[in-house]
């Protein structure tokens, strides 16, 4: 199973995300962030979205 206990939840028409990153290697200067969220219960990477 893909371990990732960040998860998204849909708010209306749109999506509402809960959890922490504590580190982004060079955060800092990034223009465009891609965040992947368990979005549902499917086995290993099936759950997964990305933001």
């Known amino acids: 199973m893909a371990q990732l206990d960040t998860t998204a939840e849909r708010d209306g028409d ?4 809960n959890g922490e990153k ?5 955060g800092g200067i990034a223009d465009i962030y891609t965040v992947f ?3 549902g219960e499917g086995p290993g990477a099936k759950g997964l979205s990305a933001f």
Do not use: G
């Not at 749109?14 to 995300?17: A, H, I």
């Not at 504590?22 to 060079?26: D, H, M, P, R």
């Open 14 to 17: 749109s999506y509402r995300l």
């Open 22 to 26: 504590t580190w982004i290697s060079n």
């Open 37 to 39: 969220v368990r979005t």
